[in-house]
């Protein structure tokens, strides 16, 4: 193995989570900061949370309220063509048409 290309190891490494735990590990860093660990994980824990330190289920859920008020508008849309394509449909076309539909 070369020589001083490792890092320092620190057997007593200090970890502490955002939740009040702290422990100790092996690591190439004297103190760790951790934003979950397994006290407060809802693995370990069983709680229905969600951990979302960047925003991403916020995110999607204004995605999904988008979608679905696009969704609305695209039926309402579909609906008004649709109509108009029955009421064009039932409408006679020309003078020849209306004079053909009277025998």
């Not at 702290?22 to 994980?41: L, M």
Request: glycine content about 6%; overall charge positive; proline content about 5%.
């Amino acid at each position: 193995m070369k020589s001083d290309i490792h890092p320092q190891w620190y057997p007593q490494a200090k970890v502490s989570c955002a939740c009040g735990n702290r422990f100790t590990v092996g690591a190439a860093k004297p103190e760790i900061k951790v934003d979950i660990c397994a006290k407060c994980h809802p693995f370990f824990t069983g709680e229905m949370k969600y951990v979302d330190t960047l925003g991403r289920v916020e995110r999607f859920q204004a995605k999904q309220k988008v979608g679905a008020q696009m969704a609305a508008t695209v039926a309402d849309k579909k609906k008004k063509k649709k109509e108009k394509e029955e009421a064009a449909r039932n409408a006679p076309k020309s003078l020849k048409e209306m004079l053909m539909g009277l025998r």
